[in-house]
């Protein structure tokens, strides 16, 4: 059983369509994330939710809209698609608490091509 | 604010030869270290982790790291590569802030 499962795995759409991305983890985990893994492999957070609620919007742009439905899922909504977004997209979750963050399990990614 | 550096983005080793990737840390807090491991076309799989117990860390595949506060390292280490262990290394950093700070990866490639 997937703990961590995102679909679509491959999405190619052209450019200024709207796409959305699903993501469900089963761990009972109380965070869910965004990330977007550029060509060079970077890593870099868009998105963090703590039980529903934003807790992080790492500057991205208005065009993407994150909802978390539930704990167990956070969806991402894309208006406008440009060439630049062409990515791949990772959901993780994790349940953070003290006296830290435990590890995020992550998602296989959704390789995301703008045409 | 918190910041990892890996030191290497790329290591080639031959098989069967120890593997070392590097990375240093910076948190004004007590870190919670990762690091994870990407094969080509997959996801983000998680080798080991430090989170304020043991300082060498003993992960998957023989992995281990040690963390070394006067340093600010957690060097990731395994005695002998395999082929299978090709694949993008990321050190990863969190000090329970709704977020993980990732390196800029490492790519291992093993020789036959």
């Known amino acids: 059983d997937t703990a961590v499962s995102q679909t679509p795995k491959y999405l190619v759409t052209q450019m200024g369509n709207d796409k959305s991305i699903k993501c469900e983890q089963n761990l009972g985990h109380d965070t869910m994330y965004w990330y977007k893994q550029d060509s060079k492999k970077f890593l870099k957070i868009m998105f963090s939710?703590?039980?529903?609620?934003?807790?992080i919007n790492e500057t991205v742009p208005n065009r993407f809209s994150p909802k978390s439905p539930d704990k167990a899922h956070l969806n991402l909504h894309i208006n406008s698609l440009e060439l630049g977004d062409s990515a791949v997209y990772f959901c993780a979750s994790s349940q953070v608490g003290p006296p830290g963050a435990t590890e995020a399990f992550f998602g296989q990614g959704t390789r995301l091509t703008v045409v | 604010a918190q910041s990892v550096t890996q030191l290497d983005s790329h290591v080639s080793v031959s098989e069967g030869t120890p593997v070392l990737l590097r990375c240093n840390y910076s948190s004004s807090y007590s870190p919670s270290l990762f690091w994870y491991v990407q094969h080509p076309n997959k996801g983000l799989q998680l080798l080991l982790k430090?989170?304020?117990?043991?300082?060498l860390v003993k992960g998957i595949n023989g992995f281990e790291a040690e963390f070394k506060k006067s340093e600010t390292s957690f060097h990731l280490t395994k005695p002998s590569a395999h082929m299978s262990d090709a694949a993008e290394y990321f050190c990863?950093?969190?000090?329970?802030?709704?977020?993980?700070?990732f390196g800029t990866g490492t790519r291992l490639k093993v020789l036959a």
């Open positions: 430090y989170t304020s117990a043991a300082t």
């Open positions: 939710y703590n039980n529903k609620e934003l807790i």
């Open positions: 990863v950093v969190s000090a329970g802030t709704y977020k993980y700070i």
